[in-house]
């Protein structure tokens, strides 16, 4: 059972809705606007959230007022303006991915390097406050997922900066092909734009599926009001759920249950040297694990005692491997059961780089995820760090866990 997010941007999304309900679900003003003071905007705007209504339907919207708009912030100023901001790494790195993408997609349209582009009305006070304010709400609530339905996107056309522009505009093109999401184009829908670039920008560097979970419990959310008046309510829904996939379902409070096999010896004349390299032959081989400890034995011979675990299937490979490694004249074996909670490998992107993470569920359902040690030692020699420090420095800015292989 694990706690994540749904977006249910029907009709459409925005920068403003999507803060209005993340207000609505229980993030508190203070934590919108500290990081708006942190990058020197708040002379700029003050911001209030109302309770309002579309259709009957209550919901939350939010009001900015702009004391000073400059409408002409180009990408080098708000990348600037993010990256001298002392933002927590993972806000700031979400906050300069939304702002990339949206340069991304204006140098797209308009042939033009990013570094060059001007944002016009993303550029505008109220545009950082909904693209901020939004990043750092998400930042604070850390869900483990979001998912997302597909957008609507509107039909006609709409006012802009650069003057009137069917929609979707060109910019919102741009941002559906980077993420290659799916849209709901519907001709018939209501007139003017439903989903805007802001909002969309938002969208594809949060959200991490754009279909539900097949089931899911809501445990709360929240409802934010479009500011426009259209034929149908303009909301937008933010569900906090816990999702129930079908192989984490299988897997919850049901650790799995085998039977290994425990081989053993004593050995009191081979080097220490070649004990060591059998117990990486065990472990390159499949052994599950393998331990060693000094022993005193016949005629007070200090020599080793050594246990591996393996497969029950493949027991008799790895007698042979004693016989063929060993200098041992006999092998102690025997069958044991096991229980294991359920677990995975995978890996998860650092600012160290790619890595190689283990992930297992406890009985209460709770997913945890764990660097492999060897990692921690590579990286230990790479950087010249202290394993406290490697882990403190993966965890700061760790992304998505990605499996390579399914529940085990």
């Not at 006609?156 to 522009?165: D, V």
């Not at 959200?207 to 426009?228: F, K, M, N």
């Not at 081989?285 to 060693?292: F, K, N, T």
């Not at 660097?371 to 420095?393: C, S």
Request: with cysteine.
């Amino acid at each position: 059972m694990i706690e994540e997010l749904l977006i249910q941007c029907s009709p459409g999304i925005s920068g403003d809705m999507f803060l209005s309900a993340l207000f609505d679900l229980g993030v508190p003003q203070s934590v919108i606007e500290k990081p708006l003071e942190l990058l020197g905007l708040d002379d700029f705007f003050t911001l209030s959230f109302q309770e309002s209504a579309s259709y009957s339907l209550r919901g939350i919207r939010a009001e900015i007022k702009v004391r000073n708009q400059n409408n002409k912030r180009d990408w080098r100023t708000i990348k600037g303006l993010i990256l001298n901001g002392k933002l927590e790494p993972k806000l700031e790195k979400l906050t300069f991915n939304v702002f990339q993408s949206l340069a991304l997609a204006e140098g797209a349209v308009h042939g033009i390097d990013p570094e060059d582009v001007h944002f016009h009305e993303i550029g505008g006070i109220d545009s950082l406050v909904d693209i901020i304010g939004v990043c750092s709400a998400i930042h604070f609530l850390n869900p483990s997922k979001i998912y997302s339905n597909s957008p609507s996107l509107g039909n006609g056309f709409a006012k802009t900066e650069h003057g009137k522009l069917s929609i979707p505009s060109p910019a919102a093109i741009e941002l559906i092909k980077q993420k290659q999401i799916t849209v709901n184009a519907d001709m018939s829908s209501h007139e003017g734009e439903l989903s805007t670039p802001t909002g969309l920008a938002l969208l594809i560097n949060l959200a991490e599926a754009y279909s539900p979970p097949l089931q899911y419990s809501i445990e709360d959310y929240g409802v934010g009001i479009g500011q426009r008046d259209i034929s149908y309510p303009n909301i937008f829904r933010l569900l906090k759920i816990k999702s129930f996939d079908a192989k984490t379902k299988q897997a919850i409070n049901k650790p799995k249950f085998e039977q290994v096999t425990i081989q053993e010896a004593w050995i009191d004349d081979q080097s220490p040297e070649d004990i060591s390299a059998f117990i990486e032959i065990l472990r390159r081989e499949g052994a599950y694990d393998v331990s060693s400890q000094s022993i005193n034995m016949k005629k007070d011979r200090v020599g080793i005692h050594l246990i591996a675990i393996v497969s029950v299937n493949k027991a008799n490979y790895f007698r042979h491997l004693w016989f063929k490694y060993t200098t041992t004249l006999g092998l102690r074996e025997r069958n044991q059961g096991r229980w294991s909670l359920p677990r995975r490998n995978g890996e998860c992107e650092t600012d160290l780089g790619n890595v190689k993470f283990k992930q297992f569920i406890n009985l209460n359902g709770e997913i945890f995820l764990k660097p492999e040690n060897d990692e921690i030692k590579r990286l230990q020699r790479k950087h010249g760090k202290t394993a406290a420090e490697i882990r403190n420095l993966i965890k700061e800015r760790q992304g998505e866990f990605k499996p390579c292989e399914d529940w085990k």
